[in-house]
């Protein structure tokens, strides 16, 4: 949203705090005029959320959305404390308090290897899906409605779909460990993406739509033919990160090209319904990892496992990408933008735009302490998202390699034309580290809600020791 309107009765809107009692944060429009205001000045914090644990136990493959008409979290997860299944719980939010509903099972016999969940806003409902571990990774997905009175929960949930089923001996990509969904309000449907076999386990990136048949009835979903976006010609990936760019109205994807070259690949995705369009690819001027996990030669990064943390957000009007590049052998943020179906990565002078080394700016300290040297079955558990409300990005890593290290954050500022790394580092989450990250991917187009001021985290800790939602307010001093 732009800003139409640069004074009220020659009254900067910069000084003005208040309209007929509504803050600037709540009025999107004045006399049908676009207007964007100021958040107060509020420096970044740690938000203490007040009963956020979702479960005492081990959880795998989190995902987590949000129903911004209701004001309710949600959480898909496999249930440690119960054979894995893939099971669901709601908690609404007031102030900082979050109040949880009852946990919905989705399927009692299979055990779920990671999770996805995406909100519906145009028929309010909740899609939610897992990948079974024990079926050489099938993904499945079900949608499900919501009651809200008293504490929220699922109050029915439709028959399972499977999405995909791989060939014998094959499987799909279980990345991402978390979200493996996201819901494209242009388009009416929430995709699924992962990493379909082919004449290797997980050859090709694709994208499938999952809609709803007729919400009059019930919940029941449809999943459309899978939709190629990246042809992998036999090599093992493991490497899509999607968000939704709310500037140009797209879902965008960053992937990995492999023809030797080793660079990131960034395009858009439109259609509608089950129709899905990918369009051309930008290639990010150095060769540089989105993720390693098999075939990783080509680059001065030895393997290490980020396995799909989502590391990529909108937020100033672009898409900001975390990610590591040869030529400054570090982790970096840039971004890139889009023009109708066309992406470009930003660059400056023939060079592109990015942070500086997040090795090297934090000493190590969101690297789990490492500057080189990562074992195989070590997680990176980088996460990053955004907040709409400030435009600001947060970063979350690891302090140390033991389960528990702190979990810490960074908040990072874009002006448009260079990063900024704001403040000092702090701890998100005091002595726990996590395997998987499933950051804020969307922003909340209502600037009332939690949501949209705050960045909020969610995952496996690497020590079991339960399933829990944190949030770090990025400030904007």
Not at 101 to 126: H, I, K, Q
Not at 143 to 157: C, E, F, H, L, Q
Request: net charge negative; charged share 15%.
């Amino acid at each position: 949203m732009a800003n139409q309107i640069e004074k009220l009765n020659n009254i900067a809107i910069t000084s003005i705090e208040k309209l007929n009692g509504l803050t600037d944060a709540q009025m999107e429009k004045v006399n049908g005029l676009e207007f964007t205001g100021v958040p107060p000045d509020v420096d970044a914090s740690v938000i203490s959320i007040t009963n956020n644990q979702y479960e005492s136990g081990d959880v795998n493959g989190a995902a987590f959305a949000y129903d911004e008409d209701n004001n309710v979290f949600g959480v898909t997860y496999g249930d440690g404390s119960n054979n894995l299944y893939p099971t669901v719980i709601l908690g609404s939010i007031s102030g900082t308090t979050i109040t949880w509903g009852s946990e919905v099972v989705l399927e009692s016999s299979a055990m779920s290897g990671t999770c996805g969940m995406a909100y519906d806003t145009g028929n309010n409902r909740f899609v939610c899906g897992t990948i079974e571990a024990g079926a050489r990774n099938t993904p499945k997905v079900v949608g499900a409605s919501v009651n809200t009175s008293g504490n929220p929960y699922i109050d029915n949930v439709s028959s399972i779909v499977t999405i995909h089923s791989p060939a014998a001996s094959k499987s799909v990509g279980i990345s991402p460990l978390g979200n493996y969904f996201i819901y494209d309000p242009a388009g009416s449907r929430t995709l699924a993406y992962f990493a379909k076999d082919g004449s290797v386990n997980a050859e090709d990136a694709v994208l499938c739509s999952i809609t709803f048949d007729d919400v009059s009835t019930d919940n029941t979903v449809s999943a459309s033919d899978l939709q190629v976006v990246e042809d992998g010609s036999a090599s093992f990936r493991q490497d899509s990160n999607y968000c939704y760019d709310s500037t140009a109205n797209k879902v965008v994807r960053v992937g990995q090209d492999k023809s030797g070259t080793y660079q990131l690949t960034a395009q858009v995705i439109s259609g509608t319904g089950d129709t899905i369009t990918v369009g051309s690819t930008d290639l990010y001027a150095n060769a540089s990892i989105a993720v390693h996990n098999e075939n990783h030669g080509g680059s001065s990064l030895g393997r290490h496992r980020m396995d799909n943390n989502r590391r990529l957000c909108h937020a100033n009007g672009v898409n900001h990408f975390l990610f590591w590049d040869d030529s400054v052998d570090d982790f970096v943020i840039s971004n890139f933008s889009v023009s109708g179906t066309t992406a470009t990565w930003q660059e400056s002078s023939g060079s592109p735009v990015k942070s500086g080394g997040i090795v090297s700016e934090e000493s190590g300290n969101l690297t789990q302490g490492k500057t080189s040297g990562w074992a195989s079955n070590v997680f990176m558990t980088f996460g990053m998202g955004s907040s709409s409300t400030h435009n600001r990005l947060v970063v979350y890593g690891p302090a140390g390699t033991s389960a528990s290290s702190d979990l810490n954050a960074q908040v990072v500022s874009y002006d448009g034309s260079s990063y900024t790394f704001e403040g000092s580092l702090f701890t998100a989450v005091s002595g726990s580290v996590y395997e998987q990250i499933d950051c804020t991917g969307w922003q909340s187009s209502d600037p009332a809600t939690f949501l949209s001021g705050a960045v909020i985290g969610i995952g496996n800790p690497s020590d079991d020791s339960g399933g829990r939602i944190w949030a770090v307010n990025p400030g904007n001093t």
